[in-house]
């Protein structure tokens, strides 16, 4: 295993590249600890596989280097940085059995058949295909074709990272979940360094230790789940991290007083003043009918869901989302929307405010 740094790294697919708007990989640095699981996600296009083929070697970035354990790999390609990797469809060889297609890796390292064998039928015990080692590769469903793939991706001990670009896209659902839990043991158990790719927040809060969430070329924020959760860098990962995302409602702060709109909020260590943003998830906000500490909405619309509900008010003409419990009641018409001033968060030009509550 190693640690992987990225070093000034960018990339512009453009051969004479203008300015920032021309780089599909803004200039980043970046550390994947030695043995780390690491979860890359943002939305389409915000580039993912560009700085996951950068890792690999598929992609030369424009700018910057990147140091495998101190070492610089940037010119050397993928067969010479000892990665295995992942695809979203699978890479395998059809007319071989599962077997075989495992023991690949191994034996096209020279590895003795003894420890071959002994090393095949380990990953196949985790990955549940004992009973199909046997079998042509060419007769499985695509879902079992994905599995071996990640099979030949696990089955080497001795490479520096695993990179996974979407390896669970052609997976049937139910199954997804089960495979997931699976890579995350086969990760506590190997302690290999894991880069995975995904735009799937459930895929990466449940497989990462750490999730490095992009958008628009850029990494906006490394974390824990927890982290991202609690206290997001930026907007955009408060958006995209939870469902609902957070919400954020444009205030003027003076002091310890929030004016939003005509109204006002009495708030508790902000460490800021001026134009802000608000920051509060649906599930730190409550609503009731008294005149508790808080202000004034209207209620638009209550979605059941079973569990709780997610309930759409308005605030000075900003739209806000509050997630109710089953059984608390809701006002109807105008509420007082109450703030758990813990999990307030403030927001300048869309990046957290620090130091504040
Ligand atoms: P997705 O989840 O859809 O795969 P992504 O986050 O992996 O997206 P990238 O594929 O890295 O994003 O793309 C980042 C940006 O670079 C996009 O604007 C894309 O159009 C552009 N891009 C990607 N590959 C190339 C290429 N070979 N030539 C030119 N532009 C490219």
């Known amino acids: 295993m190693a640690e992987i740094r990225l070093k000034n790294i960018a990339h512009s697919y453009m051969p004479a590249p203008a300015g920032e708007q021309d780089y599909a990989l803004k200039p980043m640095d970046h550390i994947w600890e030695d043995g780390s699981a690491y979860a890359l996600l943002g939305p389409s296009g915000c580039g993912k596989t560009t700085l996951l083929n950068i890792i690999s070697g598929l992609l030369r970035p424009s700018d910057g280097h990147i140091l495998f354990d101190g070492d610089d790999v940037t010119g050397r390609d993928t067969a010479h940085r000892n990665i295995a990797q992942v695809f979203q469809f699978p890479v395998?060889?059809?007319?071989?059995?599962?077997?075989?297609?495992?023991?690949?890796?191994?034996?096209?390292?020279?590895?003795?058949?003894?420890?071959?064998?002994?090393?095949?039928?380990?990953?196949?015990?985790?990955?549940?295909?004992?009973?199909?080692?046997?079998?042509?590769?060419?007769?499985?469903?695509?879902?079992?074709?994905?599995?071996?793939?990640?099979?030949?991706?696990?089955?080497?001990?001795?490479?520096?990272?695993?990179?996974?670009?979407?390896?669970?896209?052609?997976?049937?659902?139910?199954?997804?979940?089960?495979?997931?839990?699976?890579?995350?043991?086969?990760?506590?158990?190997?302690?290999?360094?894991?880069?995975?790719v995904t735009h799937d927040q459930t895929e990466a809060l449940t497989f990462a230790d750490k999730v490095v969430v992009m958008n628009e070329g850029r990494v906006l924020q490394v974390g824990t789940p927890d982290e991202l959760f609690e206290r997001p860098a930026h907007t955009f990962v408060g958006y995209f991290i939870g469902s609902p995302g957070m919400n954020f409602i444009n205030a003027t702060v003076d002091g310890t007083i929030a004016h939003i709109g005509e109204q006002t909020l009495t708030l508790q260590n902000v460490g800021a003043s001026g134009p802000l943003q608000i920051g509060i998830r649906p599930e730190f906000l409550t609503l009731q009918d008294s005149d508790a500490d808080g202000i004034d909405c209207t209620v638009q619309s209550v979605e059941d869901l079973g569990r709780h509900r997610i309930v759409r008010v308005e605030v000075a003409g900003q739209g806000v989302t509050v997630l109710m419990p089953e059984?608390?009641?809701?006002?109807?018409?105008?509420?007082?929307?109450?703030?758990?001033?813990?999990?307030?968060?403030?927001?300048?030009?869309?990046?957290?405010?620090?130091?504040?509550?």
Request: net charge neutral.
């Open 92 to 196: 395998i060889y059809d007319t071989m059995s599962v077997r075989a297609n495992l023991a690949f890796p191994l034996k096209n390292r020279g590895m003795d058949a003894g420890a071959v064998q002994a090393r095949v039928e380990e990953v196949a015990a985790l990955l549940d295909l004992t009973d199909r080692l046997d079998e042509r590769a060419a007769g499985l469903t695509a879902d079992a074709k994905q599995i071996i793939s990640l099979g030949r991706g696990l089955v080497r001990t001795d490479v520096s990272a695993i990179l996974f670009d979407e390896p669970l896209t052609v997976i049937d659902p139910h199954l997804k979940w089960q495979i997931r839990s699976k890579l995350k043991d086969l990760h506590r158990q190997f302690a290999h360094t894991m880069v995975y």
């Open 327 to 357: 059984g608390k009641p809701i006002p109807s018409g105008t509420a007082r929307l109450v703030f758990d001033p813990k999990h307030t968060l403030f927001y300048r030009d869309d990046y957290l405010v620090e130091g504040a509550a």
